[in-house]
């Protein structure tokens, strides 16, 4: 590939991605257009881009899903490249494909890498030719719950039925037994189609409680591709992440090297360009098994951005420029411990509820080695179009009990009243005992929390708050005041 100049670049996203992606591209020169539905008009990342375009809309699918819409606000303006952040167009072959017939950059992978890793069952078939191991399963697409079971004999119960389109948890169902079977089988179906348009699912044998390990790898039109280390992202909540770290407690360097070059066999599998994840799952006996490519941006990305020193957007824009990359395998190290919190306006006592409202009190924590990506700001509305999640807290520390500690802090200086966020559930993770030496799994939310954890905290720390302002008050008094009803008085004083 020649390279080619970027000068103006469309960001297809909104909220804290946004604002990530025209600060590092701001800072190479390049000139920021945001595009922006009805909802977020008064949003930062619309007021912090050079300009911003207005394509209507409320929910996600009038908005920043509308391909054409997109496309047209690329054409009007001239635009060189677009950044599609994650979510929404990220992994979307046709949006790919309709900015590759227009003449416009994509930052991030072309369609045809996408289409490859973007059905499971493909992105299987072809990363077996680079002897990359894979986990039992079926052949191919399923389309009798007879057929599970037949396959649940060869490899034994459970057995994990998955969509083999798109991601984030949908279409999914653990099965134990053969009564479970049909049941599980048509809810994934149905849900698949609901979600993706696409009702296909393959079944795999399911590890109990793996670690979820997952590599970003980064390459170039030139033929580089290198592995900039591993993310481990094992706390996770309906197969969703929550909470993510790097580097994993659990590689050595001889691991780390093999795992690493699978994730690199499997960019050259799909002839792979950018920025990409590589998703494996890491049993008991740390056998390692390919789970999934994202050709994107990852959420978790500060993390790697952190212990490597890298930033990963300029990087994907110097790459889709058609520059080469800029270091080698061996250029790489490794430094320090960073960990990333998402911090999510979700309602933890109601099943994680996604919650919405204006933001009364907005304060973030600072300090050396502490990190907000966010897309708020004080009198700012959370809106129920989006995704619940509104900021990343991230920190580094020299070793990872240091950032641990430092999290911890961070944490109870970040405040956010107007709606109820995942803060206080992220200390719980972080204060729990399998998560501090490191052996917790994918299973460790399921098997460790009730909402009661976090009730009983609340009121511990609403009498400790009494004890403060009954300063100069007989120790008697302090029993008394402690009662529930006078808790609940405070906290309501205190969030007015």
Same mark, same amino acid.
């Given at each position: 590939?020649?390279?080619?100049?970027?000068?103006?670049?469309?960001?297809?996203?909104?909220?804290?991605?946004?604002?990530?992606?025209?600060?590092?591209?701001?800072?190479?020169?390049?000139?920021?257009?945001?595009?922006?539905?009805?909802?977020?008009?008064?949003?930062?990342?619309?007021?912090?881009?050079?300009?911003?375009?207005?394509?209507?809309?409320?929910?996600?699918?009038?908005?920043?899903?509308?391909?054409?819409?997109?496309?047209?606000?690329?054409?009007?303006?001239?635009?060189?490249?677009?950044?599609?952040?994650? $979510?929404?167009?990220?992994?979307?072959?046709?949006?790919?494909?309709?900015?590759?017939?227009?003449?416009?950059?994509?930052?991030?992978?072309?369609?045809?890498?996408?289409?490859?890793?973007?059905?499971?069952?493909?992105?299987?078939?072809?990363?077996?030719?680079?002897?990359?191991?894979?986990?039992?399963?079926?052949?191919?697409?399923?389309?009798?719950?007879?057929?599970?079971?037949?396959?649940?004999?060869?490899?034994?119960?459970?057995?994990?039925?998955?969509?083999?389109?798109? $991601?984030?948890?949908?279409?999914?169902?653990?099965?134990?037994?053969?009564?479970?079977?049909?049941?599980?089988?048509?809810?994934?179906?149905?849900?698949?189609?609901?979600?993706?348009?696409?009702?296909?699912?393959?079944?795999?044998?399911?590890?109990?409680?793996?670690?979820?390990?997952?590599?970003?790898?980064?390459?170039?039109?030139?033929?580089?591709?290198?592995?900039?280390?591993?993310?481990?992202?094992?706390?996770?909540?309906?197969?969703?992440?929550?909470?993510?770290?790097?580097?994993?407690?659990?590689?050595?360097?001889?691991?780390?090297?093999?795992?690493?070059?699978?994730?690199?066999?499997?960019?050259?599998?799909?002839?792979?360009?950018?920025?990409?994840?590589?998703?494996?799952?890491?049993?008991?006996?740390?056998?390692?098994?390919?789970?999934?490519?994202?050709?994107?941006?990852?959420?978790?990305?500060?993390?790697?951005?952190?212990?490597?020193?890298?930033?990963?957007?300029?990087?994907?824009?110097?790459?889709?420029?058609?520059?080469?990359?800029?270091?080698?395998?061996?250029?790489?190290?490794?430094?320090?411990?960073?960990?990333?919190?998402?911090?999510?306006?979700?309602?933890?006592?109601?099943?994680?509820?996604?919650?919405?409202?204006?933001?009364?009190?907005?304060?973030?924590?600072?300090?050396?080695?502490?990190?907000?990506?966010?897309?708020?700001?004080?009198?700012?509305?959370?809106?129920?179009?989006?995704?619940?999640?509104?900021?990343?807290?991230?920190?580094?520390?020299?070793?990872?009990?240091?950032?641990?500690?430092?999290?911890?802090?961070?944490?109870?200086?970040?405040?956010?009243?107007?709606?109820?966020?995942?803060?206080?559930?992220?200390?719980?993770?972080?204060?729990?005992?399998?998560?501090?030496?490191?052996?917790?799994?994918?299973?460790?939310?399921?098997?460790?929390?009730?909402?009661?954890?976090?009730?009983?905290?609340?009121?511990?720390?609403?009498?400790?708050?009494?004890?403060?302002?009954?300063?100069?008050?007989?120790?008697?008094?302090?029993?008394?005041?402690?009662?529930?009803?006078?808790?609940?008085?405070?906290?309501?004083?205190?969030?007015?």
């Amino acid at each position: 590939m020649l390279t080619k100049a970027i000068h103006r670049v469309l960001i297809a996203n909104r909220g804290e991605i946004a604002v990530r992606v025209i600060r590092s591209a701001k800072e190479m020169g390049i000139e920021t257009i945001a595009v922006y539905s009805d909802v977020d008009k008064n949003m930062p990342f619309v007021k912090l881009a050079d300009r911003a375009v207005a394509i209507g809309g409320q929910t996600s699918r009038e908005s920043y899903l509308d391909i054409d819409k997109i496309i047209k606000v690329c054409v009007e303006h001239k635009i060189d490249a677009v950044h599609p952040g994650y $979510g929404f167009l990220s992994e979307n072959p046709v949006f790919a494909a309709r900015l590759e017939k227009e003449g416009i950059r994509l930052i991030g992978p072309s369609s045809y890498s996408m289409k490859i890793m973007g059905d499971k069952l493909s992105s299987k078939e072809a990363v077996k030719k680079f002897n990359v191991p894979v986990i039992p399963g079926s052949p191919g697409a399923i389309t009798d719950h007879k057929e599970v079971k037949e396959i649940a004999k060869k490899i034994g119960y459970p057995v994990l039925i998955k969509a083999s389109a798109g $991601g984030g948890g949908k279409g999914m169902r653990v099965v134990n037994s053969d009564d479970e079977l049909q049941s599980a089988f048509e809810r994934a179906t149905g849900e698949a189609e609901a979600s993706f348009g696409n009702g296909a699912v393959f079944v795999e044998k399911y590890v109990i409680n793996p670690k979820h390990i997952e590599f970003q790898i980064m390459a170039d039109s030139h033929g580089s591709v290198v592995y900039l280390f591993e993310r481990d992202c094992s706390v996770q909540r309906r197969h969703q992440k929550v909470v993510e770290e790097a580097p994993s407690v659990i590689l050595d360097e001889a691991l780390r090297k093999k795992m690493g070059e699978c994730a690199v066999n499997v960019a050259k599998a799909c002839d792979y360009l950018g920025a990409g994840t590589v998703e494996f799952i890491v049993d008991e006996q740390k056998n390692f098994y390919f789970l999934e490519m994202n050709t994107r941006l990852q959420v978790e990305h500060p993390v790697t951005e952190m212990i490597t020193g890298l930033d990963l957007v300029k990087e994907q824009i110097k790459v889709a420029r058609g520059e080469k990359l800029s270091f080698k395998q061996e250029d790489l190290k490794i430094n320090g411990h960073a960990i990333e919190v998402r911090v999510c306006a979700e309602d933890v006592a109601n099943d994680f509820a996604p919650d919405s409202g204006v933001i009364k009190h907005y304060s973030i924590p600072k300090g050396l080695g502490i990190r907000v990506d966010d897309g708020i700001e004080q009198g700012g509305e959370v809106s129920p179009f989006y995704d619940s999640m509104i900021a990343k807290l991230i920190v580094h520390g020299k070793t990872r009990e240091e950032a641990i500690e430092k999290l911890k802090s961070a944490i109870s200086e970040y405040t956010i009243t107007g709606v109820k966020t995942t803060l206080r559930f992220a200390l719980f993770v972080l204060n729990h005992k399998e998560f501090v030496d490191g052996s917790y799994g994918t299973s460790f939310i399921a098997n460790n929390f009730k909402k009661e954890d976090l009730l009983d905290e609340e009121n511990a720390e609403a009498v400790a708050l009494f004890s403060a302002w009954l300063q100069g008050k007989k120790q008697a008094d302090l029993k008394k005041y402690s009662a529930l009803p006078y808790q609940k008085a405070w906290k309501q004083r205190i969030n007015e």
